[in-house]
């Protein structure tokens, strides 16, 4: 387990990822990373084009069956 902290970052704040973690997730600086709301909180996992197309299209589908997905919420 890591402790992280918060550090300004220009205007912006930021986390400093340690290097074992980038190692281990096989990313380096300038690299993009998705950050993904979970029941546990969040995760942080590397890009991934594939992924990446099929979230675009599951929002696509949600924002046009909105109706339909909030009935079968209930």
């Known amino acids: 387990m ?5 550090t300004t970052i220009g ?3 930021g986390v400093v990822l340690p ?6 997730m096989k990313v380096a600086k300038g690299d ?10 969040y995760a942080i996992t590397p890009y991934n084009e ?4 099929q979230m675009e299209a599951a929002q696509r589908i ?3 069956r909105r109706t339909a997905l909030r009935a079968l919420a209930k």
């Open 11 to 13: 205007n912006s704040v």
């Open 50 to 53: 594939a992924f990446a197309r």
């Open 19 to 24: 290097k074992e973690v980038l190692h281990q």
């Open 62 to 64: 949600m924002k046009r």
């Open 2 to 6: 890591f402790t992280l902290k918060l």
């Open 32 to 41: 993009v990373l998705f950050l993904t709301e979970t029941p546990n909180g």
